[in-house]
Nanobody, 124 residues
């Protein structure tokens, strides 16, 4: 089992950058595929990015590809989301999530572990 705590959200102007962090508890962090999802008001939670156990493989939604970068530090039990060139449509609560397998990483149903979320607001 793993517990996840996100941080780093805030208010930023369009074109700016933010770096989200997710701290994970437990000794087996490196055995989890990690991901970021987001949920805007009135919308379903959507996939943003995922990273494999070692960090060798990364996956992105089309809407953030080229602007966001996911990374992890297994020695520190941390996963990060570097967000550049932010747009107002990136405004959402961002959630960190963990799962055991790489099968279909874009679906929320496959993730048993979730953080509480951190708010990101991008002003125009």
């Amino acid at each position: 089992q793993v517990q996840l705590v996100e941080s780093g959200g805030g208010l930023v102007q369009a074109g700016g950058s933010l770096r989200l962090s997710c701290a994970a508890s437990g000794r087996t962090f490196s055995s989890y595929v990690m991901a970021w999802f987001r949920q805007a008001p009135g919308k379903e939670r959507e996939f943003v990015a995922a990273i494999s156990w070692s960090g060798r493989n990364t996956y992105y939604s089309d809407s953030v590809k080229g602007r966001f970068t996911i990374s992890r530090d297994n020695a520190r039990n941390m996963v990060y989301l570097q967000m550049n060139s932010l747009k107002p449509e990136d405004t959402a609560v961002y959630y960190c999530a963990a799962r055991g397998s790489l099968n279909d990483v874009t679906t929320t149903s496959g993730y048993p572990y979730w953080g509480q979320g951190t708010q990101v607001t991008v002003s125009s």
